[in-house]
């Protein structure tokens, strides 16, 4: 198989990915660019949308998170990523739809990259303020679902390294995560052991208690 490379961000959504594709055991290589300032203009031929994550395997060019996590879990069948049954595989495409949707896009897009929003920044302070409370309802949402240190059965899938992207923001929005969210909280305690998680934090640079 050609050697995957994925493109990635340090501390972005593409630290979903990154850590499934570690945790499939894939060899494969990461490509590491900065896109808080925007996306790079001369890797946009990479990704029209101008977004990482973005896998390239070979010749074929695949972006989205669910989509990529999909084609990773799609490698190492035996694995598991997105679950042991079919509702489990459902449950795991609920979560990571509404997380790559309503969280991602929506809740913490409403903080961070308002002006997707808006061309008038009179309108700025109220879409932030609306997207730190969709990030709320999404956090109690989360905590709420949640009945074990995973998402999905009884393993690790695609959706615990996804949840540990979120939490994570949720930190740097300075939520108080540890008191509020217990449940969440384990989750991402029991991720944060593992070696895939802690391989990629080093690769990207990051810390967690940020
Ligand atoms: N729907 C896309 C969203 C990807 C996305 O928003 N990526 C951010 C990093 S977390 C990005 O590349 N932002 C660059 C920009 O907004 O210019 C996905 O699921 O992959």
């Known amino acids: 198989m050609t050697k995957p490379i994925l493109w990635i961000a340090p501390g972005a ?8 594709i570690r945790e499939a055991g894939i060899d494969f290589e990461t490509i590491l660019i900065n ?12 990704n029209p949308k101008g977004r990482v994550p973005i896998l390239q395997i070979g010749d074929i060019t695949i972006t989205e998170v669910p989509a990529i996590m999909t084609a990773i879990s799609q490698m190492v069948p035996g694995k598991h990523l997105l679950g042991k049954t079919n509702l489990e595989i459902v449950r795991t495409y609920e979560w990571c739809n509404w997380l790559s949707g309503t969280v991602h896009a929506q809740a913490f897009g409403g903080v961070r990259r308002t002006y997707r929003f808006s061309d008038d920044p009179e309108t700025y302070e109220s879409i932030r303020a609306k997207g730190r409370k969709t990030v709320e309802e999404s956090f109690e949402y989360i ?6 240190t995973h998402a999905v059965g009884d393993s690790f899938t695609a959706v615990d390294g996804f949840l540990l992207v979120f939490y994570r923001w949720g930190n740097q929005l300075e939520f108080d995560m540890r008191a509020k969210y217990p449940k969440f909280t384990s989750l991402v305690e029991e991720g944060l052991e593992r070696d895939s998680v802690k391989a990629a934090f080093r690769e990207e640079g990051i810390e967690f208690w940020v």
């Not at 808080?36 to 031929?45: A, N, S, V």
């Open 35 to 46: 896109v808080k300032p925007g996306f790079p203009e001369e890797y946009r031929h990479m």
């Open 13 to 20: 959504c593409s630290l979903a990915p990154h850590i499934l």
């Open 143 to 148: 905590e709420e679902r949640l009945q074990g």
